[in-house]
């Protein structure tokens, strides 16, 4: 199975191990990531005002190629699939920026959100399946307690992110568990770190973080895992240290006996 992929621009930068784990582990599953041509930065927040239209093309030219291809599309960043997936859902359901955005990108073919946006634990999920994952695993994490931690770029709006359950999601246990690991509960795991604000607020972004790693660690967590960079960069640097924090894709390529190849390259 091929999938369109936009990696974005942190995984071109500090995040590329999160993308390089993730290719290498998608290899094994079966499928195939065929990054996008001329992407081009997301923008990295969801532009709110409705007549913000130029800091909405870049994602829906990303959208557009990947239908003009017939694939869906495949994020990693939380960030990235954040933007993504709400302006898809602005093409599809608001005709206003849907007409303002095709006259100003003038494509062959008006593009109306026809494009199925996934992160890549969506399709281990939903594609390639947990069970189907968990044969693949020639090194399983076992005995490692660890603590998923969603943040809320993945989670909300629930409604048109449609990842999990906003509230108690259940996908990263789920693929903790897939790869031998045992999956520590715990009530912050889909608390914001305070990403946005780590430079300007660096006092509270560290007070948030803090409650989020020691929400962890009092459940008994030994690490933790994320979809995110901006979660990654904060919690290590405005947390208290009490946790390693890893990309799941990692942890996927130590199952799938993979990592040590990576790293070597």
Known sequence: MKYSYYPGCT????????????????QVLGFEL???ENWQCCGGVYPLGSDEIATK??????????KEKGQDLVTLCSACHHVIKRVNDDMKNVEDIR?????????PEAYAGETTVLHFLEVLR?????DELKKKVVSPLTGKKIGAYYGCLLLRP??????????NPKIMEDFIRAIGGEPVVYPYRNECCGGYISLKEKEMAGTMCEKIMDSAA???????ITACPLCMYNLNSNGNGKLPVYYFTELLAEALGVKEEVENQ
Not at 57 to 64: D, Q, Y
Not at 126 to 130: A, K, L, N, S, T
Not at 158 to 167: C, L, R, S
Request: aromatic fraction near 8%; hydrophobic fraction near 45%.
């Open 57 to 66: 093309l870049s994602s829906v030219r990303a959208l557009n190629e990947a």
């Open 158 to 167: 629930g409604k048109i992110m449609a990842f999990d359950d906003p509230e």
């Open 126 to 130: 939903d594609r390639v399946g947990f």
């Open 34 to 36: 065929e990054e996008i």
């Open 99 to 107: 007409t303002r955005a095709n006259n100003y990108m003038q494509l």
């Open 11 to 26: 995984l071109r930068t500090k995040a590329k191990t999160l993308d390089a784990y993730a290719r290498a582990s998608a």
């Open 218 to 224: 009092g459940f008994g967590a030994e690490m933790m």
